[in-house]
């Protein structure tokens, strides 16, 4: 799992590391992975990814992590991941 990511560069090298010997899943926990997720989801190799409302919330200065269920963000990065 790689956690605190915040380009698809970073993405990439994770992927490269992991060499296919086990699942690659990621953890979205930062603005910056929210603003590049088309770009990372261009990478090869990616099994799984996981949304960090804590952090997440955090990061974007929001008051309360079920903000980014109410102000639609999980639902559009949901949108791009599944398609």
Do not use: Q
């Not at 990511?5 to 603005?31: H, I, M, Q």
């Not at 990478?43 to 974007?60: E, K, P, Q, R």
């Not at 992590?65 to 963000?73: I, N, P, Q, S």
């Amino acid at each position: 799992m790689l956690p605190y990511f915040s380009t698809a560069d970073e993405v990439k090298a994770f992927v490269d590391a992991v060499g296919g010997r086990a699942k690659v899943c990621l953890l979205l926990e930062t603005p910056g992975a929210v603003e590049s997720i088309e770009s990372i989801l261009r990478v090869s190799g990616i099994d799984h990814i996981h949304i960090g409302l804590n952090d997440l919330h955090m990061g974007l200065g929001m008051h309360f992590m079920f903000e980014l269920l109410a102000d639609g963000t999980v639902e559009r990065l949901a949108r791009c991941i599944s398609d």
